[in-house]
Nanobody, 118 residues
């Protein structure tokens, strides 16, 4: 069965870095796009970044210049390199993946906690 498993979350001081990974398995087709969402306590889930099958990337304004999304197609793994972390980056980060032809976020990971402290 299709499953996305995030890893790499943890606690880090403000200004530090973390790299999240998302292993995508069980889906035989090519992903339309893959993404990282996050949800802070008391807030709605928001799109952080996504990468299309052609490598095109999109970032939320709040993370531009600090986060980098990438993927290793051979390993079927998505990454999110997070630098210069801020307290407001704290939350549960979710990996999501879309299938052709809808390109909707239909597959989700369980989430990994990222906590940024001062």
């Amino acid at each position: 069965q299709v499953q996305l498993v995030e890893s790499g979350g943890g606690s880090v001081q403000a200004g530090g870095s973390l790299k999240l990974s998302c292993a995508d398995s069980g889906y035989i087709g090519r992903r339309c796009r893959m993404a990282w969402f996050r949800q802070a306590p008391g807030k709605e889930r928001e799109l952080v970044s996504y990468i299309r099958s052609d490598g095109t990337t999109t970032y939320a304004d709040s993370v531009k210049g600090r986060f980098t999304i990438s993927q290793d197609n051979a390993k079927k793994t998505l990454y999110l390199q997070m630098n210069s972390l801020k307290n407001e980056d704290t939350g549960v980060y979710y990996c999501a993946a879309a299938r052709f032809p809808s390109c909707l976020w239909v597959d989700w990971g369980q989430g990994t906690q990222v906590t940024v402290s001062s």
